[in-house]
């Protein structure tokens, strides 16, 4: 059963236009073959998203972002805890969990989330993040399914990247993805400004971000382009933010 289970998605997978790139049909497969709106699958390592490897719309693509800019939603809880996430109805008023993600999420039309991990053996590489646009909870195929399905990203994203160099990522997922450089590179000149750790400079960004409505990236984007500075001013060290000149 679970053979002829994982035959059929490996079918459906080899189906389908050739030319797209490979992340991108692996997210639209995802979301095709569990009954969802959308697919999406996240890069994680240790405390840090690392970025979408694959988006399958624009609401996948904003909910990945809200993940990646408020450090919680689906794909975090599923990679930390190491298990399937499951919300059937993101805007009833027991789904607390994600105080901050729920609310812009249902706004972008997400009500049932479902967040499984990406892990081949011990190793864990991030989660597949998968929504509806209509509350209700998964079917037992749908959740078998949606096993698979993380297995099977898992086991490619390992596989793309073992063809790269030491260091560096391989083409196949950089193409395909958004890995947000910029925030590393706007985390490490906050760290320098104001004499704090990467993480610690990470921490900010994101702060600050959710402190005033915007995304990470682009307040990232803000930061490298020198048109936004965040600086610690005495005596009483608090946050504030200086526009460069």
Known sequence: MAGDRLLRIL??????????????????VCADVSLMTGAGIMLMTGDVQRGSVCSSNDVSALMEELQYTLGEGPCVDAYHEDRPVLEPDLASQGASRWLAFASPAVAAGARAVFGFPLHVGGIRLGALNLYRDQPGPMSEDQYADSLVLAGLAAQAVLATQAHASPGTLAMELEEGADFRFVVHQASGMVAVQLGVSVGEALVRLRAYAFGNDRLLGEVAEAIVARTLRLDNRPPGGGLTVAKSR
């Open 11 to 28: 079918a459906h997978l080899s189906s389908g236009a050739t030319t797209e790139p490979e992340p991108a049909r692996l997210c639209e």
